[in-house]
């Protein structure tokens, strides 16, 4: 597996973002997710248009799941199974922000990912997120 550890801020006006941007977005505020570089991206063709994908490894690895409005706990049925504490890299397919959370019931803010961001979560990130929804 190829594991890149490179992290560039992110511009946003949120107090955390989950997914890194390229080093020229403006207004740097922390990201949560790493461009996806010249690494393998193949996985991440399967995410539908207009939805926030997530996945349980680097580089859009499987397995995965995908959200229209958000999931209260990963680690609650009904849902995708596995990706509670088990997210590595995302992609947002939505035109709105999305905002990720440690704790279930959006308890615990980590930070967002911008629309259209893909790549892997920051290292300080990886595995921890437990619900998400567009932010409020
Ligand atoms: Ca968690």
Known sequence: MIRKTM???AGAAFAAALVSMPASAST???????PAGDVSITAYSDCPANRMCIWNNLNGGRPWGYFAVGDANLGAAPGPSGLNNNTESAWNRTSQYWCFYDGANYTSLLGHIPPGVQGNLDAQYRNRITSLRVCP
Request: net charge neutral.
């Open 7 to 9: 992290t560039v801020l």
């Open 28 to 34: 740097p505020s922390r990201g949560i997710v790493e």
